[in-house]
């Protein structure tokens, strides 16, 4: 089974600064691969970044980046330098061989 | 089309009537995924499609649901009897690989449901 776990349904940072969203899995496959998605206002869903677990070296997509540690099953995070922009519902989700799994998501306010 | 379709984009229906959701891929994506969102809730897991076939159909909540892929491009959820806890958006996503591969989800914009 597939599960994933997003304890923090909410928060905020200032403008410019660096957040942290935390997020855990479980699963029982061998191969799989961890995204966050990005929720705006409008609805639709845009990737963010996404990790293959083989790989130890953490994905980075300009201000965006993970924190992968496997052996916790623990998927962070972080955006540096937030901007207005990046105000949305943000998922983690889990791919194994059969399905995209989601966690409930985080609601992320930036303050100007 | 550039994006996943889906439609309509708004229903509102009767209880107890059976309401038929549709989403077109995009081109060429074999996988196809359906989800359900609760108000301000996450995303649960409905159906997954590889081609026309459907290897995992654990999340569909009732029998009332039911879904189905032609010619591995279009599909349709269809939901029998409606009942208010049906109401939610209902997002579609299609991908170019199985899920195994681990390529990008692409998402429509979802069909807001509301049972009245």
């Known amino acids: 089974a597939q599960t994933v776990t997003q304890s923090q349904p909410e928060m905020s940072v200032q403008e410019a600064e660096t957040v942290t969203l935390s997020c855990t899995y479980d699963t029982s496959e061998s191969d799989y691969y961890l995204f966050w998605y990005k929720q705006p206002p409008s609805r639709q869903m845009i990737l963010v970044i996404r990790?293959?677990?083989?790989?130890?070296q953490n994905a980075t997509e300009n201000r965006f980046s993970v924190n992968f540690q496997k052996a916790a099953k623990s998927f962070s995070l972080k955006i540096s330098d937030s901007q207005l922009g990046d105000a949305a519902m943000y998922f983690c989700?889990?791919?194994?061989?059969?399905?995209?799994?989601f966690g409930q998501g985080t609601r992320l306010t930036i303050n100007p | 089309g550039a994006g996943v379709s889906q439609s309509p984009s708004n229903k509102v229906t009767e209880k107890g009537k059976d309401v038929e959701l549709r989403c077109d891929p995009i081109s060429g994506h074999t996988a196809l995924y359906w989800y359900r969102q609760s108000l301000g809730q996450g995303l649960e897991f409905l159906i997954y499609?590889?081609?026309?076939?459907?290897?995992?159909k654990s999340g569909l909540p009732s029998d009332r649901f039911s879904a189905e892929r032609t010619g591995g491009s279009v599909s349709t959820l269809t939901i029998q009897r409606t009942q208010q806890e049906d109401s939610a958006v209902y997002l579609c996503?299609?991908?170019?690989?199985?899920?195994?591969?681990?390529?990008?989800?692409?998402f429509g914009q979802g069909t807001r449901l509301t049972v009245v």
């Open positions: 499609f590889q081609g026309n076939s459907a290897p995992d």
């Open positions: 990790q293959e677990a083989y790989k130890q």
């Open positions: 989700a889990s791919q194994g061989a059969q399905k995209l799994v």
């Open positions: 996503a299609s991908s170019l690989g199985s899920p195994g591969q681990g390529t990008e989800a692409f």
